[in-house]
């Protein structure tokens, strides 16, 4: 069972993670370190827009800033993603019995119209 302190962190993250301009800005920074101006070029949003999203990741602690003179670099955190990824995991025996379930049901659909072929 998942503590609320926990569950909290992922409705956090999950919230994060729910906008793609956001998950846009973190495949960016999965390449590395860069800066807010940077990031915010292949977007068509103010410069103060990306700002509200690097503080909506920054909250779910999926990235960390940070200020060398005026350069204010931006980097990846993808520990809350591990996170997200184990809860995903739960869920993986779900589907596989389910993937295995259909995988049993397609294998008896295409013998049963084997058959049929035969037939006539």
């Known amino acids: 069972?998942?503590?609320?302190?926990?569950?909290?962190?992922?409705s956090t993250t999950l919230a994060a993670l729910a906008d793609p301009t956001r998950r846009a800005i973190l495949a960016r920074l999965a390449s590395g370190e860069t800066s807010v101006t940077e990031l915010a070029k292949p977007f068509r949003m103010t410069l103060p827009a990306v700002s509200k999203h690097l503080k909506v990741l920054e909250r779910a602690g999926l990235i960390a800033r940070g200020r060398s003179a005026q350069w204010?670099?931006?980097k990846l955190d993808a520990g809350p993603m591990r996170d997200v990824a184990e809860?995903?995991?739960n869920y993986r025996r779900f589907w596989d019995t389910s993937f295995d379930r259909l995988d049993d049901y397609l294998i008896d659909v295409q013998a049963k119209e084997k058959n049929r072929g035969r037939k006539r």
């Not at 998942?2 to 909290?8: E, I, K, L, T």
Request: net charge positive.
């Open 1 to 10: 069972m998942v503590s609320n302190a926990a569950s909290d962190r992922l």
């Open 72 to 74: 204010r670099p931006c």
């Open 87 to 89: 809860w995903v995991q």
